[in-house]
């Protein structure tokens, strides 16, 4: 049996980002074997499009290693990059709330066995999730039912491909309406979660 992370919702903190800036945002740390470096060159791609207008950001939460500060050096991506260090697991939720898009970093594997808790907060949060994930694997099945886009790891310009799709949509103001991951609530709620137990425990 699989019961995963419970989704507690926070309607408080579902608060988009002003629209001076398209913000990014990745919780927790970005270490190997996670596959960080497509996540940063694609972003570097997306920043270079003739399209994107609006100052991006790029907010890190949490801790991240020299590998990260490296990645934004070859990048050029020093200017874009907000890392705000090691913090609590509320503070954490928080700056996802502010943000307009959550990512998550898988390693590269054939098949994608996990479920990432922070994928669930972000769920908890509302926040449009782009998953860096294998093709064959949990994220990608999940977001294929709507709340978010997954790209293959290792692939900049799937990255690159998504958060221009996510950047036109939030300029249009329909990201959430569109990409909203509140959508996948029901199945990490407490209730259901609850149920889950109740399953396994009366078997």
Not at 129 to 138: K, N, W
Request: hydrophobic share 40%.
């Amino acid at each position: 049996s699989v019961i995963p992370h419970v989704a507690m919702r926070r309607r408080d903190l579902q608060s988009a980002s002003s629209r001076a800036s398209f913000s990014i945002c990745h919780c927790g740390s970005l270490y190997a074997p996670r596959d960080a470096e497509a996540f940063f060159e694609g972003v570097a791609m997306f920043i270079s499009l003739p399209e994107v207008k609006v100052p991006v950001k790029v907010v890190l939460s949490g801790i991240n290693d020299a590998t990260v500060a490296r990645a934004a050096a070859r990048y050029n991506l020093g200017a874009v990059i907000h890392d705000t260090g090691p913090c609590s697991y509320e503070e954490g939720l928080t700056t996802v709330g502010s943000c307009d898009v959550a990512v998550v970093v898988e390693a590269p594997c054939r098949r994608g066995i996990f479920l990432p808790s922070k994928f669930v907060d972000y769920v908890s949060l509302g926040r449009p999730v782009l998953a860096i994930t294998p093709v064959e694997g949990t994220l990608s099945e999940i977001l294929s039912r709507g709340g978010g886009i997954a790209v293959p790891c290792g692939s900049p310009s799937g990255v690159r491909d998504a958060l221009r799709t996510m950047y036109m949509s939030w300029i249009a103001g329909e990201l959430i309406g569109t990409y909203g991951s509140d959508r996948l609530y029901a199945q990490f709620s407490p209730e259901r979660i609850v149920e889950e137990y109740g399953t396994l425990l009366s078997t």
